[in-house]
């Protein structure tokens, strides 16, 4: 039997069970906007090996011609479009069910708070192997930092969820207008950040912008879910998200890029800026758009299948791609400057020689991922639950002084 006929009975296995009710076009959606985090990192972050020591080095600030990547693989707008679509379907049919909202929140953030327990737990243990194995401090930090990093989404995406009931109520009320009132709050902030008197406004003033900047896209995905995001909304927030991008870039020239660049005076990501949000509603509108269409596509078993996939291995891939990355720039430090790995990201031969790295990255975060899945289920003791939070914790401690 070949490969190819393997692959093919497996998919029709997988989609003879996946049941008729099942949004393929969602799962399609989130697979996509999930798999362009460890595309980014991997893209977009790099490593100095200068004086044997690998230190992170970001791309950006040698090319920023690379910063129009960063529009393509900052996908959150879509990841909180689904992910709001996703809880609000959710908090609905645990309603009719008669599972109380306490009891449909907890569930919903013990999926989300056991893998990233899990891969904190196991850096509290790797860390002390690696100065065993003689690797110095500074490259265990940058490892740790690197860990860290993407482990933000997590934490506000706990505190949307837990948001939900409110945003439902949010869009009855506005009548699926909240989002426009958000993006509004928003704008205001940036205002008078970057207004004529910006330099007299208190730095904190910045942290408003958190919580309606990544709420917007959330809002949006749960007025969808109840049908108050029509095809002509889609269209207006494709379109009017598309306008509002160019008009911030090319008139208010915010920068460019769509992540943090060391040494820049502004950033558009912490916390999110309109741009952030100008984004966001075009990827939103165009998702909307276009589901119908992905739906009809993921009846294929073929295409079907890596999507049941990344789904299923969705928190691992979230919490152990940075991981994967710094592991093959350590191995690889060993052995002297590699292009693309562990030379300084300052040239378009390096980003060619990154395009390469991709699948090595993609095989050790698979082998990493066989192992680490057993995070995703429910812990087998209270023994095991109590060693791993406790080594989350110790970690935790460790990260506060690396970062």
């Known amino acids: 039997?070949?490969?190819?006929?393997?692959?093919?009975?497996?998919?029709?296995?997988?989609?003879?069970?996946?049941?008729?009710?099942?949004?393929?076009?969602?799962?399609?959606?989130?697979?996509?906007?999930?798999?362009?985090?460890?595309?980014?990192?991997?893209?977009?972050?790099?490593?100095?090996?200068?004086?044997?020591?690998?230190?992170?080095?970001?791309?950006?600030?040698?090319?920023?011609?690379?910063?129009?990547?960063?529009?393509?693989?900052?996908?959150?707008?879509?990841?909180?479009?689904?992910?709001?679509?996703?809880?609000?379907?959710?908090?609905?049919?645990?309603?009719?069910?008669?599972?109380?909202?306490?009891?449909?929140?907890?569930?919903?953030?013990?999926?989300?708070?056991?893998?990233?327990?899990?891969?904190?737990?196991?850096?509290?243990?790797?860390?002390?192997?690696?100065?065993?194995?003689?690797?110095?401090?500074?490259?265990?930090?940058?490892?740790?930092?690197?860990?860290?990093?993407?482990?933000?989404?997590?934490?506000?995406?706990?505190?949307?969820?837990?948001?939900?009931?409110?945003?439902?109520?949010?869009?009855?009320?506005?009548?699926?207008?909240?989002?426009?009132?958000?993006?509004?709050?928003?704008?205001?902030?940036?205002?008078?950040?970057?207004?004529?008197?910006?330099?007299a406004m208190p730095g904190w003033l910045s942290l408003l912008n958190l919580l309606p900047g990544w709420l917007f896209a959330y809002q949006l995905g749960v007025d969808w879910a109840h049908g108050r995001l029509t095809r002509a909304g889609a269209r207006l927030l494709a379109l009017g998200g598309a306008a509002l991008f160019a008009v911030l870039l090319l008139v208010f020239h915010y920068p460019a890029s769509m992540v943090g660049v060391p040494g820049a005076a502004r950033t558009n990501s912490h916390p999110p800026s309109l741009l952030v949000l100008a984004l966001a509603s075009a990827q939103a509108g165009v998702a909307v758009l276009l589901k119908d269409r992905l739906g009809r596509a993921l009846r294929r078993p073929l295409l079907w299948l890596p999507v049941v996939v990344v789904n299923l291995g969705a928190m691992t891939i979230f919490c152990w791609h940075q991981s994967a990355m710094f592991l093959t720039a350590l191995a690889g430090s060993r052995l002297g400057a590699l292009p693309g790995l562990t030379t300084a990201p300052d040239s378009g031969g390096w980003a060619l020689a990154r395009l390469a790295w991709l699948p090595v990255f993609g095989a050790v975060l698979a082998l990493l991922g066989r192992w680490a899945r057993r995070f995703d289920a429910p812990w087998p003791s209270r023994t095991w639950r109590a060693v791993a939070g406790a080594g989350a914790a110790l970690f935790a401690v460790y990260a506060l002084g690396a970062v």
């Open 1 to 199: 039997m070949t490969v190819l006929t393997r692959l093919r009975r497996t998919a029709a296995a997988i989609d003879a069970k996946t049941p008729a009710t099942r949004d393929r076009a969602l799962d399609g959606l989130r697979a996509v906007a999930l798999l362009s985090v460890p595309l980014g990192h991997w893209m977009l972050g790099g490593f100095d090996a200068a004086g044997g020591v690998l230190h992170n080095a970001s791309p950006l600030g040698a090319m920023p011609f690379m910063a129009p990547l960063s529009w393509v693989l900052q996908m959150l707008g879509v990841f909180f479009l689904v992910g709001g679509r996703a809880s609000a379907l959710s908090l609905r049919r645990a309603a009719e069910r008669g599972v109380p909202t306490g009891r449909w929140l907890r569930g919903r953030v013990l999926r989300l708070v056991r893998p990233v327990l899990g891969v904190a737990a196991v850096w509290a243990a790797l860390v002390p192997l690696l100065h065993a194995l003689g690797v110095p401090d500074a490259p265990v930090r940058t490892g740790a930092v690197l860990m860290v990093q993407p482990l933000w989404y997590i934490a506000m995406y706990l505190v949307l969820t837990a948001l939900t009931p409110l945003c439902v109520k949010f869009g009855a009320l506005t009548r699926g207008w909240g989002s426009a009132g958000l993006l509004a709050a928003v704008a205001a902030v940036d205002f008078l950040r970057y207004g004529p008197w910006g330099g």
